[in-house]
C-alpha cells in the first residue's frame, strides 16, 4: 500500500501523517512528513514498532479531525494475528496526542515489545520545499534529554531556541539510542488472555519566542471535542440552501474547514486575534493576499474574520521603506513568517511586502464590511490606516505616475506579485514572459474598487466630502484609462497585463473575470468577456481555466497557465452576477459543486484544467494545498452568486 500523507490541523499547527501513524522525516519528494508549528518541524520521526517489526495496515488512516488506523503484526496467512494495535492521533495548540491500544487475539498470556521511534530535526519549512536550496545554520546545536516519562529535544542557534517535549503514560521502560540521533521509546506489555493495555503519549512543542502556558490534551479524544466546539461556533446561524443540497455541504464542509485554519495574529494595540491562513501544508500562515479574499467570501454569513484581518494586516502595514522586503509606506504585508530562516534573514518571509494587490484588497474588506454591517467603528479605527493604503497605491503603487499599479520582480521573493505568482504566470499568449515593471489587469481591477469604496467610507464615515471626491475621480479615471489600454480588439478581451513599454500582454486568462467582480467593464464589454469565460477553451467543465487551452502558453498542469482554482471562479461567478449573466454564474457553481463531490465535498485549492468531456473525474493538481482558506470560503461565494439555485 502507498503511504500517504493525512493533514491534522489546529491553528498554526498540523501534523502529516502516513496511512499507518508513522511520520519517516524523508527529506525530498512533495510534501513532507511531521508535527510542525511556525514554520518549523518538532517532530521529524514518529514510528511503532512491535518486536522490532513494523506492524501491517489493516485500516489505514482517513481524513478527519482525528487520525485513526488498526495495525496487525505481519505474519502468514494460515497463522491469526496474535494482537491488533489501534492508534488515534490528534493537533492541539503546539501539540500533538497519541493513544495506542493493544489487544491481545490470543487465549494464553503473551509479552510484547513496543517501540515508539522519535526524533526533532527542527527543519525550517523552506528547507524541506522541493527547490533544493540549501542553508547555512552555522553553530546550530542539538540535544537530547532523556526525562523519567519521556524524552526532549531541544534546539539552539544563536538566540534561537526550541524544544520538542515528549511524555508518556505510563512512562517507557527504557529510552534507548539508535545512532541516527533518535530516540527509542520501549515498554514491555504483558498481556492477560484478550487484554487490552493503552499507552498515552503527549508531544509539546515549544517555538522559539513562545512563553505561552501550553497544556496538551489529555488525549485524542477531548481534542477531538474541542475542535468540534470551535467548528460548532464558527457554523451557527448560517442559513445553507435547503434546495441545493450538495451546495450547502460544501459550505458546511468549508467552515469546518476554516474553523481549523484560524491562525493566532497581533493587532495594532497588541490585542490577540484569529486570522485565516493561506493554507497547509505549506501556508500555515498569514498570508494577506489569501485571508483578505477569504474574508470577503464569507462577510455575508461569518463577518467576524473580516475585522480580525483588518486589524491584523493594519498592524504589520508598512511605515517605512525596506527594499529587501519590498517595504513602501502604506503597502500592506504579503506574508508573515516565523520561522528560524526568516528570523536570521535568511529569507525575506518575516515580514515580506512584495504583493501588489494586497493594498487595494485591504481597502476593499474595510468597505464592504462597513457597507454590509453597517458598522462603522473598525472604518473609523483604521481611517489612518486606509488613508496610508490609499497613498500607496496612488504613489509608490504606480497610480498617479504610471497610470496603473505596477510591480517589478522582485529578487530573493517573487517575480509575480500578483495572485498569480508563479514564474511564467505573466505571460503572452506563445509564452513569453515580460522583463521589467509589469500592469496586471486583475490589480487594477482591485484598485478601482478599492478606490470607489473608499471614496463612499470617507463619506458616510470620516465626513470628507473633498477626499471622496478625489478618489471617486480617480476611480472613473483609471477606468477610462483601462478600457483604452487593455482591451484587445481582434480578441474581444482584456490583455492579461500591460509590460514596462504599455504593450498589451495578449494571453487570453481567467483575470478577467476579477474585472467582472470589482465592476472595472462597461456593461458592454463585461457581458462579452463573462459569455466568453464560458467557451470551451476556457470552462473545463470542472471550471474556468486559468489560461485558455489552445494557447501555446497553455498547460493543464502549470499553477497559473491552464488549472482551475476554485477561488478564482468564485470570483468569475460573483462577477458574473453582477453583470446579469446568472446563467453563466449558475454553470460555474454546478461545476465546482460536481468537483467537490469526489473530495467529501471539499474544494481542492487548484485542479488539473483537463476537460470534464473526456475526464469525468476531475483531476487533482499534484502540488496543491490540502487545506486552503480561500477554496474553503469559495462555496459561501457561490451560494452569494447564485443563491440555493
Known amino acids: 500500500m502507498t503511504d500517504r500523507h493525512h493533514l491534522l490541523v489546529h491553528g498554526a499547527t498540523f501534523a502529516a501523517v502516513g496511512d499507518r501513524g508513522d511520520i519517516s522525516g524523508v527529506r525530498g519528494g512533495g510534501s513532507p512528513d511531521g508535527l510542525f508549528v511556525r514554520d518549523a518541524r518538532h517532530l521529524s520521526r514518529w514510528q511503532l514498532t512491535v518486536d522490532g517489526?513494523?506492524?501491517?495496515?489493516?485500516?489505514?488512516?482517513?481524513?478527519?479531525?482525528?487520525?485513526?488506523?488498526?495495525?496487525?503484526?505481519?505474519?502468514?496467512?494460515?497463522?491469526?494475528?496474535?494482537?491488533?494495535?489501534?492508534?488515534?492521533?490528534?493537533?492541539?495548540?503546539?501539540?500533538?496526542?497519541?493513544?495506542?491500544?493493544?489487544?491481545?487475539?490470543?487465549?494464553?498470556?503473551?509479552?510484547?515489545?513496543?517501540?515508539?521511534?522519535?526524533?526533532?530535526?527542527?527543519?525550517?519549512?523552506?528547507?524541506?520545499?522541493?527547490?533544493?536550496?540549501?542553508?547555512?545554520?552555522?553553530?546550530?546545536?542539538?540535544?537530547?534529554?532523556?526525562?523519567?516519562?519521556?524524552?526532549?529535544?531541544t534546539y539552539r542557534r544563536a538566540e534561537w531556541r526550541s524544544c520538542t517535549t515528549i511524555t508518556a503514560d505510563p512512562a517507557p521502560d527504557a529510552v534507548e539510542e539508535t545512532g541516527t540521533g533518535a530516540r527509542r521509546l520501549v515498554w514491555t506489555l504483558q498481556l492477560p488472555p484478550g487484554a487490552t493495555r493503552e499507552l498515552v503519549l503527549r508531544v509539546m512543542a515549544r517555538p522559539h519566542g513562545d512563553r505561552r502556558a501550553l497544556r496538551v490534551p489529555r488525549?485524542?479524544?477531548?481534542?477531538?471535542?474541542?475542535?468540534?466546539?470551535?467548528?460548532?461556533?464558527?457554523?451557527?446561524?448560517?442559513?445553507?440552501?435547503?434546495?441545493?443540497?450538495?451546495?450547502?455541504?460544501?459550505?458546511?464542509?468549508?467552515?469546518?474547514?476554516?474553523?481549523?485554519?484560524?491562525?493566532?495574529?497581533?493587532?495594532?494595540?497588541?490585542?490577540?486575534?484569529?486570522?485565516?491562513?493561506?493554507?497547509?501544508?505549506?501556508?500555515?500562515?498569514?498570508?494577506?493576499?489569501?485571508?483578505?479574499?477569504?474574508?470577503?467570501?464569507?462577510?455575508?454569513?461569518?463577518?467576524?474574520?473580516?475585522?480580525?484581518?483588518?486589524?491584523?494586516?493594519?498592524?504589520?502595514?508598512?511605515?517605512?521603506?525596506?527594499?529587501?522586503?519590498?517595504?513602501?509606506?502604506?503597502?500592506?504585508?504579503?506574508?508573515?513568517?516565523?520561522?528560524?530562516?526568516?528570523?536570521?534573514?535568511?529569507?525575506?518571509?518575516?515580514?515580506?511586502?512584495?504583493?501588489?494587490?494586497?493594498?487595494?484588497?485591504?481597502?476593499?474588506?474595510?468597505?464592504?464590511?462597513?457597507?454590509?454591517?453597517?458598522d462603522p467603528a473598525p472604518a473609523r479605527r483604521l481611517e489612518a490606516h486606509a488613508r496610508a493604503a490609499v497613498g500607496w497605491m496612488l504613489d509608490h503603487g504606480g497610480l498617479t505616475s504610471r497610470g496603473y499599479l505596477v510591480y517589478r520582480a522582485d529578487e530573493g521573493g517573487l517575480a509575480n506579485q500578483n495572485w498569480k505568482d508563479s514564474p511564467g504566470a505573466i505571460c503572452g499568449a506563445d509564452g513569453t514572459r515580460p522583463s521589467g515593471a509589469v500592469m496586471a489587469a486583475g490589480a487594477q481591477g482591485y484598485a478601482y474598487d478599492a478606490l470607489r469604496r473608499t471614496a463612499w467610507v470617507a463619506r458616510t464615515v470620516w465626513a470628507d466630502e473633498t477626499y471622496a471626491a478625489l478618489l471617486e475621480q480617480s476611480a472613473a479615471d483609471l477606468r477610462d484609462r483601462f478600457q483604452r489600454d487593455f482591451w484587445m480588439p481582434d480578441a474581444s478581451f482584456p490583455a492579461l497585463a500591460l509590460d514596462g513599454e504599455g504593450r498589451r500582454i495578449d494571453a487570453l486568462a481567467s483575470d478577467a473575470g476579477h474585472l467582472l467582480?470589482?465592476?472595472?467593464?462597461?456593461?458592454?464589454?463585461?457581458?462579452?468577456?463573462?459569455?466568453?469565460?464560458?467557451?470551451?477553451?476556457?470552462?473545463?467543465?470542472?471550471?474556468?481555466?486559468?489560461?485558455?487551452?489552445?494557447?501555446?502558453?497553455?498547460?493543464?498542469?502549470?499553477?497559473?497557465?491552464?488549472?482551475?482554482?476554485?477561488?478564482?471562479?468564485?470570483?468569475?461567478?460573483?462577477?458574473?452576477?453582477?453583470?446579469?449573466?446568472?446563467?453563466?454564474?449558475?454553470?460555474?457553481?454546478?461545476?465546482?459543486?460536481?468537483?467537490?463531490?469526489?473530495?467529501?465535498?471539499?474544494?481542492?485549492?487548484?485542479?488539473?484544467?483537463?476537460?470534464?468531456?473526456?475526464?469525468?473525474?476531475?483531476?487533482?493538481?499534484?502540488?496543491?494545498?490540502?487545506?486552503?482558506?480561500r477554496s474553503a470560503a469559495a462555496p459561501l461565494a457561490l451560494l452569494t452568486a447564485v443563491g440555493g439555485a
Not at 533544493?132 to 532523556?146: D, E, F, P, Q
Not at 467548528?231 to 434546495?243: I, K, N, S, Y
Not at 485565516?276 to 489569501?290: H, I, K, N, Q, V
Not at 489560461?547 to 502549470?558: K, N, T, V
Open 219 to 374: 488525549d485524542p479524544a477531548a481534542q477531538a471535542t474541542q475542535l468540534a466546539a470551535m467548528e460548532a461556533e464558527f457554523t451557527e446561524d448560517v442559513a445553507l440552501p435547503a434546495g441545493w443540497p450538495e451546495l450547502a455541504a460544501a459550505c458546511a464542509r468549508g467552515l469546518t474547514d476554516l474553523a481549523a485554519l484560524q491562525i493566532p495574529a497581533t493587532g495594532p494595540d497588541g490585542e490577540e486575534l484569529r486570522v485565516p491562513a493561506g493554507g497547509a501544508p505549506w501556508y500555515l500562515t498569514p498570508l494577506a493576499r489569501d485571508a483578505l479574499l477569504t474574508s470577503l467570501f464569507v462577510l455575508p454569513y461569518r463577518p467576524r474574520p473580516a475585522v480580525a484581518t483588518l486589524l491584523a494586516l493594519a498592524a504589520t502595514q508598512a511605515t517605512g521603506a525596506d527594499g529587501v522586503r519590498g517595504a513602501e509606506p502604506g503597502k500592506i504585508v504579503h506574508e508573515v513568517r516565523h520561522g528560524e530562516l526568516a528570523h536570521f534573514g535568511q529569507v525575506p518571509y518575516a515580514r515580506y511586502y512584495g504583493s501588489v494587490d494586497a493594498t487595494p484588497l485591504f481597502l476593499v474588506l474595510l468597505g464592504a464590511y462597513t457597507e454590509r454591517t453597517g
Open 517 to 629: 467582480w470589482t465592476g472595472l467593464l462597461d456593461k458592454e464589454y463585461g457581458e462579452v468577456v463573462g459569455r466568453r469565460l464560458l467557451e470551451p477553451d476556457f470552462f473545463s467543465g470542472w471550471g474556468v481555466r486559468t489560461l485558455a487551452a489552445g494557447q501555446p502558453a497553455y498547460h493543464p498542469l502549470s499553477p497559473h497557465r491552464g488549472s482551475v482554482w476554485p477561488h478564482d471562479n468564485a470570483l468569475i461567478a460573483l462577477g458574473l452576477a453582477r453583470y446579469g449573466l446568472h446563467d453563466e454564474a449558475r454553470a460555474v457553481a454546478h461545476a465546482l459543486v460536481d468537483a467537490s463531490l469526489s473530495t467529501a465535498h471539499r474544494l481542492p485549492e487548484v485542479l488539473a484544467g483537463y476537460p470534464r468531456a473526456t475526464h469525468p473525474e476531475p483531476v487533482p493538481y499534484p502540488h496543491a494545498c490540502a487545506l486552503e482558506s
Open 53 to 153: 517489526a513494523v506492524p501491517e495496515v489493516l485500516t489505514p488512516v482517513a481524513d478527519g479531525g482525528t487520525a485513526r488506523c488498526v495495525l496487525v503484526p505481519r505474519g502468514a496467512r494460515p497463522e491469526p494475528p496474535a494482537h491488533t494495535l489501534f492508534r488515534e492521533q490528534a493537533v492541539g495548540d503546539s501539540s500533538f496526542v497519541e493513544t495506542v491500544r493493544v489487544t491481545s487475539n490470543r487465549p494464553v498470556p503473551t509479552t510484547i515489545r513496543l517501540a515508539i521511534t522519535a526524533d526533532a530535526d527542527f527543519a525550517d519549512q523552506f528547507e524541506l520545499r522541493p527547490d533544493h536550496r540549501t542553508y547555512v545554520k552555522a553553530g546550530a546545536l542539538r540535544s537530547r534529554i532523556v526525562l523519567d516519562d519521556g524524552i526532549e529535544f
